[in-house]
């Protein structure tokens, strides 16, 4: 934005950051309200496939059920409250049962089943013990889901994304945009960050620290022609290559419609989550709050079909890991790249530069001493993304 760019400044206070009674607000206020990244279609191929996803207090099962359609229900069984399915994901290769009395439910969310109903519950109305269904909403192939019945609808929350999305051309060159559902997932990592969840946020969508301190790891990039805009609540920005720069005959290929000369582009669906677009790749950059000062960032890459020749069929466990990485999954054979004794600062890649940033920030916020000043005039999508959390959660 230019002219009619809004004045950057800091919004939250300190202890947004860092105290447990606002974390607790948040979870309440902002993610048992709002759209939240639950994974991909291809996540929930067959009937059965499920996932679990904890959004704020609200447990949540997302399954494919047996006519193909993507539901969302509470994990909680509606005769005693009992958690159903304990975190994670795979196939229930049946209907869900509940472990405690073997209450049954069928993919629809249906009460099938009581033990000993005849004999126990000889007037029970199965019909009115359903499952509590939670909103599902799908763009692409990218799943959504709401806990709140009474949530704006997902066409609104997404406001003009898609339309922009798929509009949008950042370079002369290029004739299409990135199509995920076109693409092949060959990376899916998860990083453990020691700060709060909007602090990587927070400096994902920083302009001012691109080119200083990721001055060798992103040093292609011109990043004093970087702009951004808001869409509804969200967030689209683009920086384009230095002039004479082209990422054309790389060992990965260029996504079809994207030239070479394609810089970096990102869409930030409000909360937390962020669509990341480069000349030869696309991921999504889910950022998950596990404490006030502790976030999961869930990283998922994809590229063209052609760049699997030499790659396996499957995505496999990667076994050698950074103590930043809790888990990895790869198509494609990389060797580990051993960083002992070197410093973040020093290792000229962009997530560790990142993690020792958002982490040093943590650190500072948590002195007692903190306070946060002056934001430039690429850092104003922070001071965007804090009035969109303001408006779910005043400062009291």
Known sequence: MNAAEPISRQLLPVEAYTSSDWFQREQRELFGRSWVFAGMTGDFVRAGDYRCQRLGGNA?????????????????????????????????????????HRWTYDLAGRLNAVSFERNQFPELDKSCLGLKPAQVGVWKNLVFVNPDPNAEPFEQWLAGVPQKHDRDLHDPAQTGTHDPERLIEVSDIS???????????????????????????????DFTR?????????????????PGISHDNQPVPLVEGVPGTFGAAYYWLFPNVALFETATS???????????????????????????????????????????????????????????????????????????ACEAVQAGLESGVAEIGPLSRWEAPMTFFQRQLLDFMPVP
């Not at 193909?68 to 869900?96: D, K, M, S, T, Y």
């Not at 453990?192 to 292609?220: C, M, Q, T």
């Not at 970087?226 to 230095?242: C, N």
């Open 60 to 100: 949540l099962i997302v399954l494919r059920d047996e006519e193909g359609r993507i539901r969302a229900f509470h994990n909680v069984c509606r005769h005693r409250g009992a958690r159903l399915l304990e975190e994670g994901q795979g196939n229930l290769g049946g209907p869900i049962v509940c472990f405690y």
């Open 191 to 221: 990083y453990r960050i020691k700060a709060n969840w909007k602090i990587v946020v927070e400096n994902f969508i920083d302009g001012y620290h691109l080119p200083l301190l990721h001055r060798v790891s992103l040093a292609d990039g």
């Open 226 to 242: 970087q702009r951004w805009e808001p869409t509804g609540r969200h967030i689209a920005f683009y920086r384009p290559l230095k």
């Open 282 to 356: 696309w991921s999504s950059f889910h950022v998950v709050p596990v404490g006030p000062g502790e976030s999961i960032v869930h990283s998922r890459m994809r590229v063209m079909p052609e760049a699997l020749k030499n790659a396996g069929s499957d995505m496999a466990e990667i076994e050698t890991l950074p103590p930043y990485v809790i888990r990895a999954k790869g198509r494609i054979p990389e060797e580990p790249i051993d960083l002992s004794g070197v410093h973040p600062l020093k290792s000229d890649l962009v997530m560790v530069e990142d993690i020792y």
